[in-house]
């Protein structure tokens, strides 16, 4: 017996919606996303993190398809600048914290962790891949000359 599942939505959540229970019980479900044609687009801030891996997984996705076709472009997390008034920042990564041992990442800092740091600071790596990076001496000129070589090359539309 087919168990229809009217999904009140479209976008992105509809069609998640409705495809995390056609891939979890099959031909058991079938889930339809409803969009009214009235109601415009909600924009909510939408980003894609890298746990939707999990996800796209699951409905058996293999990224190297859907990463190219998407255009995906990522969002790894958000840093709060200036948090407490005196320069200091947080750094929320979207991430999902390890596991070690059966204890979470977050158990083991608090009982063993540097609390004169951050719990970011010292665990996330995208924290530490999110500061910024000084460009070495010569940067800006070696870029400046590869555009213009760029730029000059047959065929080739100037660089922005």
């Known amino acids: 017996m087919v168990h229809p599942v009217l999904i009140v939505g479209g976008g992105t959540s509809g069609w998640m919606s409705a495809s ?3 891939a979890t019980f099959g031909d058991k479900v079938d889930g339809t996303p409803v969009k009214s044609n009235r109601v415009g687009t909600i924009g909510v801030g ?15 996705l293999d990224e190297t398809e ?32 390890r596991v070690s041992d059966g204890f979470h ?17 010292e665990c996330s ?8 990076v000084k460009a070495l001496p010569g940067t800006r000129e070696y870029l400046t000359g590869l555009r213009e070589r760029q730029d ?3 065929g080739s ?3 922005p």
């Not at 990463?67 to 991430?95: Q, V, W, Y």
């Not at 009982?111 to 740091?117: A, E, L, N, V």
């Not at 790596?125 to 910024?132: F, G, M, N, S, V």
């Open 66 to 97: 859907w990463i190219p076709a998407a255009s995906d472009a990522s969002k790894h997390g958000i840093r709060f600048e200036n948090r407490r008034g005196d320069g200091t920042r947080l750094h929320h990564p979207f991430e999902r914290p």
């Open 125 to 132: 790596l995208t924290a530490e891949a999110a500061e910024p």
């Open 152 to 154: 000059r090359a047959p």
């Open 157 to 159: 539309a100037p660089t």
């Open 105 to 121: 990442l977050a158990d083991w800092w608090l009982q063993f962790g540097d609390k004169s740091k951050s719990f970011d600071q």
């Open 20 to 22: 995390y229970p056609k």
């Open 46 to 60: 939408e980003a894609t993190f890298g746990t939707i891996r999990h996800f796209l997984d699951f409905l058996g």
